[in-house]
């Protein structure tokens, strides 16, 4: 069933209100850049080590008198326990008094708080054995510098201002935002990039995970393993006290330890282990995951093939190599594209009854040679339950489109798969980055339920759009207050879409093909772009014609007023050029 109340979290608040958050944290930020004593590669470590110290304040606050309460009622009997059993119990870490961000914070300046800080870390790893040697220290020796003495307590002071009375959802979105940006700043190759919250939601909707085991392997800072978490707890009767087991992979350390920072403050039991996925496999996924769910590199092609072809997880539906060998002297023969590897891992890792939801580049659901042949098995095998490509500037550090694959090894129907074009339903965020609203990712998942034949929770969805029409003004002006008219679109998208309440093909959005027949997936040559089979509907922009006109002469402005622009930095490089060289 779906959630009905909306959320006071990182997704709920508005985007203005994260915008601002986001800013005043890269501002603190920037104090590193111009008076600390670090390298641009070490900005990352104190300020997500800080973040991390005032969610786990904010969390533990949230369990401390119930601790508190439960350590005085045995104290002296012979049930006795360590108040910090009982923290982990109860919490799921213990947080020591001086390890506290308000007790960093307010000490005095005579204080080391460089000390200070490495001491907090280094107790909350006493009490916390996942925690083990992950926690920046030394660091924060390095944040000061003689002509700004004061720079790591500024920092506390900027982070003082991260809310902590919502969920931790938000952690996310800030450490997220600041792997982000540090990634930009520093350079990011190998096709690499971090999967913004609003497209993790929506696989977890999609994937619908209950409990077990669920893996990742190119986990990055442990995201997908939260959102799972998430889903899980709220569709539990037993709330955040859930049996999920989480193992990622990840082959950058300091990443590793981030995304054990993650797991701890969200109560998730589980490992992360450093390594890379091409090479090692220190799970022995092979046929023994639950769940699957990754975003790995795109597009990689420095991986030694005879490293990765004796593997079963690797080559069961076969391995992508080159037409000839490529490689020169006493050169590795290297793979054409890793983007085979990671689908083959995830078909291979699923136990009898698994599912998997798998970010990769839109080129892969066409690749020719050697990977269109491991594409045929895959969908011959019938372990592709469903396609969706997703709208492009979803990603804040690339432009690259993406489709979401899905795998399902106990699916009903071996024969057929699902294609979704979600590629018009998005919110423009910014100029260059969208993302889905809530409510999208519950419309475009409810696709799949329907799909599924759970005609309940499409009605139980539309229900919970008319309640919220009921209850909304009918004018608002605050971000976080709905008006009627936009909880009408929802229920008119849902009623529009699927009048009688069940699974429809629907053009320009879905589509159910079939394996073999007419039009099927093997008539279209084994593509699996889902453009091929949903087709395109021209819907009306609701503009009268003198409307349409009145906006192409602005934007026919704008363009004239870009192109000016562009002549006057061609002039002043060019006049800038001339000055260095003389005449060209």
């Excluded at 005043?24 to 990352?44: I, M």
């Excluded at 996942?130 to 982070?159: C, G, I, Q, R």
């Excluded at 057929?416 to 609203?437: G, M, P």
């Excluded at 021209?538 to 402005?557: C, Q």
Aim: hydrophobic share 40%; aromatic share 10%; net charge negative.
């Amino acid at each position: 069933m779906f959630i009905h109340e909306r959320r006071a979290l990182g997704e709920r608040m508005t985007n203005k209100q994260l915008k601002n958050l986001k800013d005043r944290l890269w501002q603190g930020a920037d104090q590193l850049r111009a008076n600390s004593g670090l390298k641009s590669t070490e900005y990352a470590t104190p300020i997500l080590g800080l973040i991390f110290l005032r969610f786990a304040e904010g969390k533990y606050s949230q369990y401390e008198s119930a601790i508190n309460a439960e350590h005085n009622k045995i104290k002296g009997s012979r049930a006795e326990r360590a108040i910090n059993e009982i923290a982990i119990e109860k919490c799921g870490f213990y947080l020591p008094p001086e390890a506290k961000f308000d007790f960093l914070l307010n000490l005095p300046e005579s204080e080391n708080l460089a000390e200070k800080t490495k001491t907090a870390m280094e107790e909350i790893e006493k009490y916390n054995t996942d925690l083990e040697d992950t926690l920046p220290k030394d660091v924060y020796y390095s944040v000061n510098s003689e002509d700004d003495p004061l720079v790591l307590a500024k920092l506390f002071k900027v982070f003082k201002d991260i809310p902590t009375d919502v969920s931790l959802d938000i952690f996310g979105e800030i450490y997220e935002y600041f792997l982000g940006e540090f990634a930009l700043a520093e350079g990011q190759g190998g096709g690499e990039f971090f999967t913004p919250s609003t497209v993790v939601r929506y696989m977890v909707e999609v994937l619908a995970p209950t409990e077990g085991e669920i893996f990742d392997p190119a986990c990055g800072s442990g995201g997908m393993f939260v959102q799972a978490a998430h889903y899980i707890a709220d569709h539990s009767a037993r709330g955040s006290n859930i049996n999920l087991r989480a193992y990622g992979v990840e082959k950058t350390g300091a990443t590793v330890k981030l995304a054990k920072m993650n797991l701890v403050l969200n109560n998730i039991r589980g490992s992360i282990t450093e390594a890379n996925s091409y090479y090692r496999d220190p799970y022995n996924c092979f046929e023994k995951f639950s769940y699957v769910m990754a975003n790995p590199p795109f597009n990689v092609d420095e991986v030694e093939l005879d490293q990765v072809k004796p593997q079963p997880r690797f080559n069961t539906f076969g391995v992508p190599q080159n037409k000839t060998k490529k490689a020169k002297g006493d050169a590795k023969e290297t793979v054409p594209n890793a983007n085979y590897l990671w689908i083959n891992l995830f078909a291979t890792s699923l136990n009898d009854i698994g599912r998997a939801a798998l970010v990769m580049a839109n080129s892969a659901s066409d690749a020719g040679h050697s990977e269109k042949e491991i594409r045929k098995r895959l969908i011959e095998s019938g372990v592709i339950s469903q396609m969706v490509t997703l709208p492009t500037n979803m990603f804040t550090s690339v432009t690259l489109p993406a489709t979401l694959w899905f795998f399902d090894k106990a699916k009903a129907h071996k024969d057929e798969i699902l294609f979704v074009d979600a590629r018009n339903i998005f919110t423009q965020i910014t100029r260059a980055h969208r993302k889905f609203t809530e409510e999208q990712i519950k419309n475009l998942a409810i696709i799949t339920r329907l799909y599924e034949g759970k005609t309940d929770e499409f009605a139980l969805l539309l229900d919970e759009y008319r309640n919220s029409f009921t209850n909304a003004p009918e004018m608002s002006d605050d971000e976080d207050i709905l008006p009627k008219a936009y909880w009408q679109e929802q229920i008119d998208w849902l009623t529009s879409r699927f009048p009688e309440g069940k699974y429809v093909d629907v053009v320009g959005l879905c589509k159910v093909a079939k394996v073999e027949g007419e039009d099927g997936i093997i008539d279209q040559d084994y593509s699996l772009n889902p453009g091929r089979y949903v087709g395109v509907v021209i819907e009306d922009d609701g503009l009268t014609e003198e409307e349409f006109k009145a906006v192409m002469r602005s934007l026919n402005t704008e363009l004239t007023e870009l192109n000016a622009e562009a002549h006057e930095l061609e002039k002043t490089i060019e006049d800038n050029l001339r000055s260095l060289v003389g005449d060209l």
